[in-house]
T-cell receptor, first 114, second 112 residues
Framework: NAGVTQTPKFRILKIGQSMTLQCTQD?????MYWYRQDPGMGLKLIYY???????DKGEVPNGYNVSRSTTEDFPLRLELAAPSQTSVYFC?????????????FGEGSRLTVL | GQNIDQPTEMTATEGAIVQINCTYQ??????LFWYQQHAGEAPTFLSY????GLEEKGRFSSFLSRSKGYSYLLLKELQMKDSASYLC?????????????FGSGTRLLVRP
């Protein structure tokens, strides 16, 4: 019963490098989300998707890109990494078509940009 | 837009009751969630309120007043394991209802 799986769990990047954070879910959820959480802070929505082929910006999309080619996968791409992107990134999914569905989170990916 | 306010930190004693408040200024919302997050872990769902009133679930209860833009999470019979951050989140209305927007969270420390 895997739920939401994120890889990698930890990564150190140099300024200007690029990378992709992987996220996959096996619950057949339509809705998927990427959040970032800075130390001592709440979660900020980066991008979200309501189904395969459909993505939209959240609160803090600059510096990131996403794609949703399948229901299961929702990778987050960081282009030209900057120190401001040092954070913990959480992928999440939900099932209910209305607003009441709870989010299921992955374990998080801790990214440091030096 | 949404502006969600929570106290940054709270301290309480084991066995006591604590109330964590959440106030929000939004143009409308569909519902309000509470999540618990232990240090170094992912958030986990606690409760969801869409109607005014109190929702009780074991030691945890959540209250919502739409007219006052106010919610609280009530934790009874506090245990050491309740030391965590508690995040309030709202779902905006209309086409944005797919989103879940979080407040900054309240760090609760439970002392013996």
């Amino acid at each position: 019963n895997a739920g939401v799986t994120q890889t990698p769990k930890f990564r150190i990047l140099k300024i200007g490098q690029s990378m992709t954070l992987q996220c996959t879910q096996d619950m057949n959820h339509n809705y998927m989300y990427w959040y970032r959480q800075d130390p001592g802070m709440g979660l900020k929505l980066i991008y979200y998707s309501v189904g395969a082929g459909i993505t939209d910006k959240g609160e803090v999309p600059n510096g990131y890109n996403v794609s949703r080619s399948t229901t299961e996968d929702f990778p987050l791409r960081l282009e030209l990494a900057a120190p401001s992107q040092t954070s913990v990134y959480f992928c999440a999914s939900r099932h209910r078509s209305g607003p009441a569905g709870e989010l299921f989170f992955g374990e998080g990916s801790r990214l440091t940009v030096l | 837009g949404q502006n969600i306010d929570q106290p940054t930190e709270m301290t309480a004693t084991e066995g006591a009751i604590v109330q964590i408040n959440c106030t929000y200024q939004t143009s409308g919302f569909n519902g309000l969630f509470w999540y618990q997050q232990h240090a170094g872990e992912a958030p986990t769902f606690l409760s969801y309120n869409v109607l005014d009133g109190l929702e009780e679930k074991g030691r945890f209860s959540s209250f919502l007043s739409r007219s006052k833009g106010y919610s609280y999470l009530l934790l009874k019979e506090l245990q050491m394991k309740d030391s965590a951050s508690y995040l309030c989140a709202v779902t905006p209305p209309g086409d944005s209802s797919y989103k879940l927007i979080f407040g900054s969270g309240t760090r609760l420390l439970v002392r013996p």
